[in-house]
């Protein structure tokens, strides 16, 4: 699902259009050309209609054709289902018709270049599918890719559908398996805003005994694919592996991209990241994923698969050769959008290989700076200065190396090494305090503020809640010496 007020910035300054509500009256369809089927210029009473509102570069706007399709097949003498594609020019639309072929087998047409059809339905996300009733109203919506079987099938018979009709068995029972399916997944998602991804896992092992084919490998309510997320989070490889694996056993055609999607929504979106996950698998449904999107948009996928690439690897030249083979697909289609959307996928990863030879150069320093006191620099200033010229040299590196070590903890919030980097951080600040202690000017009560001071530390470190201060020069809260204890004890 693509959101408007996100995702396309240039709309999200304008006025946003008011959502329609179930009961409305279908509004007016404002339509520049048919590329495919209709027209459709009223809806006439006694007739049901089902209507898409997408944009072709949506990536749920095109896992939804096979389900449209499949619809349109079913209930061709009963319902008329067609898309308008908003935001995108006819000649664009028409190729993308094209490679679609029999993959997209109902009507199609285009929205007017001010995007009135978007704004008169109110639409604010893609896709957006609306059930028109035989009274003219709107009887349905929905945003994102969803099997609307059911909401086509009550609508047919009674004119209506509400979220009840869509847990009903066939004797008109509630259908109890969904009910309790609905209520695991707002558990599981409980336990994700907490972070209890090990309790995630748990519950999801323990249903998947009983659950049926759907709520297991359902990609965006099945229970694999969240211990999938879950053991990727978790940085346990072998079990993302296998999870992947199972679920691309159980992926039919045209469903590729929405495995493309899942690998993609583990990743952070903005900045690398190394994950523990199965290259060559990925490759696999990168390539699938590609397969099935077709023509030009195949040209998104083949980014979308550079962009995974260099997350896992970190291989910029892997990278750009696949970015490479789609500026040919996308010049062959002549589709100036694509050639762009290439150009700035190279644009990123190039500007991700400069961070992260930035950061491969801080970690270097850092670990100069480590290393030089596990050897005989700091054993050699252990003969040559006094017990006094020592605490301060001690004083100096450790300020040093707390500075270096947070600076890298706070720079990159995404690379593999911010833990170590915090451990260093916690080994500065606290394992070298209690040596600097002049023991015997050390009174209980003194102590007992250190050890406070420590703890306090200790608890902000671990909920990685700097809070904004530099830890090395930083107040009381984050380093206390016992000088500066004894002055304020005074």
Known sequence: MLVLATAIPSIAQEEVPERMKVGDEAPELFVSEWIKGGPVRTFEKGKVYLVDISIVFCPGCITI?????????????????????????????EKFVSNMGDKMDYGVAVDVAENRTMKAWGVQAFPTCFIVNQEGKIAYIHVG??????????????????????????????????????????KLDALKVKGDYREVVRLVDSALLAANHEEKYHIKTGLVPEKFMSSLILADSVTADQCLVEIMGHTEENDW????????????????????????????????AANDAGGSYRVQRMCQKAVIMYKIKADKTAALSVLADARLIAKKHEIQDEMEWVEQTKNKIERWDEQRQQANADWSELMLLFDNQM?????????????????????????????????????????????????????????????WIDTARMTPELMKIINQRLEKANEDYLISQPKGKRIATGPPVFRMLPRDVEAEAE
């Open 375 to 435: 050897g005989t620099d700091y054993q050699q200033k252990e003969k040559d200065l006094g017990w006094a010229e020592l605490q301060l040299y001690g004083e100096i590196y450790h300020r040093n190396l707390l500075n270096k070590a947070y600076e890298f903890w706070d720079k990159y919030r995404v690379d593999e090494r911010r833990d170590e980097a915090k451990t260093i951080l916690l080994q500065a600040h606290m394992g070298v305090l209690l040596p």
């Open 65 to 93: 054709i096979p389900k449209l399709t499949d619809v349109a097949k079913k209930y061709r003498d009963e319902l008329e289902v067609f898309v308008v594609y908003t935001m995108n020019e006819p000649k664009r639309v």
């Open 145 to 186: 890719d969803h099997d609307m079987t059911a909401a086509v099938e009550s609508i047919l018979k009674t004119g209506r559908y509400d979220e009840v009709d869509g847990m009903l068995g066939s004797a008109g029972r509630i259908n109890q398996r969904q009910i309790n399916h609905d209520v695991l997944l707002a």
């Open 257 to 288: 991209v929405s495995v493309l999607g899942l690998i993609s929504n583990a990743l952070p979106p903005s900045t690398p990241r190394l994950p523990q996950l199965n290259y060559e698998r990925f490759l696999d449904v990168a390539d699938r």
